[in-house]
């Protein structure tokens, strides 16, 4: 199971690199995301989280990401190890889209696919999204993420 979902993961990572036209590439960027959310099906409760959001490649259509990270989940009393990839499209010049697929790591054992689309804005040193997250073998959560540029 963990081969697979790795496996996917690389997949999905490879995938949307080689996607990403390389035109006036933007400077990298790094942020540092805490993330307060709510379950949506009452088996984890509240959520809370920390995350490094990394993009190494971005263009004027579309940015990269890999964001490693740590959710809680009081309910469960636990949490997940989280390293998820994916993109970030823009709608307009402050207001982007975002689709992430990644792994989960259970605190207390076991793993768990992750999906996560999102909307959010950013600015020079802020950004703001809302995302729905699913956990594959656990929970789902609505989840706020504000990001702190480093």
């Known amino acids: 199971m963990k081969k697979n979902l790795l496996l996917l993961f ?11 036209t390389v035109k006036q590439p933007k400077k ?3 942020d540092l995301g805490i993330n307060l959310g709510t379950s949506l099906d009452n088996l984890g409760g ?5 995350d490094i ?17 740590f959710t809680y989940f009081n309910k469960r009393n636990g949490g997940f190890i989280i ?3 994916g993109i970030m499209l823009p709608i307009t010049d402050r207001f982007y889209v975002s689709g992430e ?17 999102g909307i959010g804005t ?3 040193n802020l950004n703001f999204s809302l995302r729905y997250e699913r956990f594959s073998s656990y929970t789902s959560q609505l989840a706020f993420r504000l990001g702190i540029g480093l």
């Not at 697929?101 to 689309?117: A, D, K, M, N, R």
């Open 122 to 124: 950013s600015s020079k």
């Open 83 to 85: 390293l998820k990839s």
């Open 53 to 69: 959001r990394f993009i190494p490649i971005s263009t004027q259509k579309i940015s990269w990401t890999v964001t490693p990270g």
């Open 101 to 117: 697929t990644g792994i989960g790591f259970f605190t207390e054992g076991g793993e768990s696919f992750i999906l996560s689309p």
């Open 10 to 20: 690389l997949v999905s990572s490879l995938t949307a690199f080689s996607q990403t």
């Open 28 to 30: 990298s960027m790094t």
């Open 46 to 50: 509240f959520s809370s989280g920390v």
